[in-house]
């Protein structure tokens, strides 16, 4: 899937810009490759905050469940308190996750479970992820090309603090053909002690 681009609020206020690629290769009818790169920016562009590759070979157990186990790069630029300077972390990050889908007349449930060993510069670190998105097309006609969707997505940490983030989204999809449609929606990420408000504009091609 493709996804571009992403508007979020960064830390000092200042409208900021997600600019993410997701893709889904299926190599058969078993077998897919993920990949991805995101290049996040806390305003609307050249002011880096995080810049996030990752990959995944992924295999079908069912038509609705698949398991992938992958490899991840993060860089992050973060603000010194109080002041305009930053320092780089960089993290290297393994995780497995499982995906299971259901359907409800029209509506598609989605629940992803992810585990990640997380290496942060000389710091190691185990983090669990509980994704649950729900789409519904507006109306049951086959033709109906726009649907509502939602997510929400819990990350634990294995040591103190256990929450790590929770990130809550709603959004209206439209969807162009088969293999590529359309959001616009609205994300509050919540922290420990803090919150952010995104808007989010998202393509997403399979192939």
């Known amino acids: 899937m493709l996804m571009l681009p992403i508007f979020t609020i960064a830390q000092d206020s200042n409208f900021g810009n997600w600019m993410i690629y997701f893709g889904n290769k299926q190599l058969n009818s078993k077998w897919n490759l993920h990949h991805e790169v995101q290049y996040r920016n806390y305003n609307a562009i050249g002011d880096l905050e995080q810049l996030l590759l990752r990959t995944g070979l992924g295999y079908n157990l069912t038509d609705n469940t698949n398991i992938l186990m992958g490899y991840g790069y993060i860089l992050s630029e973060n603000y010194i308190a109080n002041t305009d300077e930053k320092f780089q972390v960089n993290e290297h990050r393994i995780y497995q996750q499982l995906i299971t889908k259901q359907k409800f007349k029209n509506i598609t449930i989605q629940h992803r479970y992810r585990f990640e060993q997380r290496f942060v510069e000389d710091d190691f670190k185990l983090r669990f992820r509980y994704f649950l998105g729900v789409?519904?097309?507006?109306?049951?006609?086959?033709?109906?090309?726009?649907?509502?969707?939602?997510?929400?997505?819990?990350?634990?940490?294995?040591?103190?603090?256990?929450?790590?983030?929770?990130?809550?989204?709603?959004?209206?999809?439209?969807?162009?053909?088969?293999?590529?449609?359309?959001?616009?929606?609205?994300?509050?990420?919540?922290?420990?002690?803090?919150?952010?408000?995104?808007?989010?504009?998202?393509?997403?091609?399979?192939?």
């Open 135 to 207: 789409n519904a097309p507006l109306s049951k006609k086959e033709t109906n090309k726009w649907y509502l969707s939602a997510y929400n997505e819990l990350f634990i940490n294995t040591e103190s603090s256990v929450f790590d983030r929770n990130r809550l989204y709603g959004g209206l999809g439209y969807k162009i053909s088969n293999s590529v449609r359309m959001e616009l929606g609205y994300m509050n990420q919540f922290f420990e002690t803090s919150s952010r408000d995104q808007f989010n504009i998202i393509t997403f091609v399979n192939f």
